[in-house]
């Protein structure tokens, strides 16, 4: 018969387990600056906070930031716009996207891929959820009187870079 000592009980390896899945409010800092390119090229009302949970999502290369728990198979992060603000016309090829409302109103958007004037528009709120397919254009803006935070969930691990399309604001801008 074998006996386990509480320093290698399976208890343990819970409690390690568990530890190493959390990413806490309290670590958590609003990211002002990864997107920040997009308002020193078109202006102000492209303004937004990034707020990582798991992976990087499709904002740049965050990997180093020991805050963010590693991504398996989608990213997680939070997002704050400023009222008025806007998530500008953009497309992931590779993957789904889904914006979850915590907070504010935002104005969801998606775009006809061959020619992006044309739209359907739809306004969510608390709780509402849309999941945008891979390959179509999308755009947010928030519509409400306060900040807008909101959940962004992308379906894979490391996923492309978006693209801006010809009818995008921030076609031709790069980081």
């Known amino acids: 018969m074998t006996t386990t000592d509480s320093a290698t009980s399976p208890t343990t390896d819970l409690d390690a387990l ?10 958590r800092q609003e990211d002002w600056d990864t997107l920040a390119f997009q308002a020193e090229k078109r202006g102000d009302k492209f303004r937004r906070a990034q ?20 991504a398996g ?21 590779d993957v789904e996207e889904a914006f979850f409302v915590l907070e504010g109103d935002l104005e969801v958007t998606v775009h006809d891929v061959q020619d992006g004037t044309k739209t359907a528009t739809r306004r969510l709120g608390y709780r509402d959820l849309i999941r945008v397919p891979a390959g179509v254009p999308r755009s947010l803006k928030n519509v409400g009187d306060s900040d807008a935070l ?12 978006p693209t801006y399309p010809e009818s995008s604001e921030m076609y031709g801008v790069t980081r």
């Open 18 to 27: 568990i530890d190493s899945c959390i990413a806490s409010r309290d670590s």
């Open 51 to 70: 707020i990582r949970y798991v992976g990087s999502g499709a904002t740049g290369d965050h990997d180093n930031d020991s805050r963010t728990l590693p």
């Open 73 to 93: 198979g989608f990213t997680f992060s939070n997002m704050r716009l400023p009222v008025g603000g806007v998530g500008p016309e953009h497309t992931h090829h």
């Open 150 to 161: 909101f959940c962004v969930i992308i379906g894979t691990q490391k996923p492309q870079l």
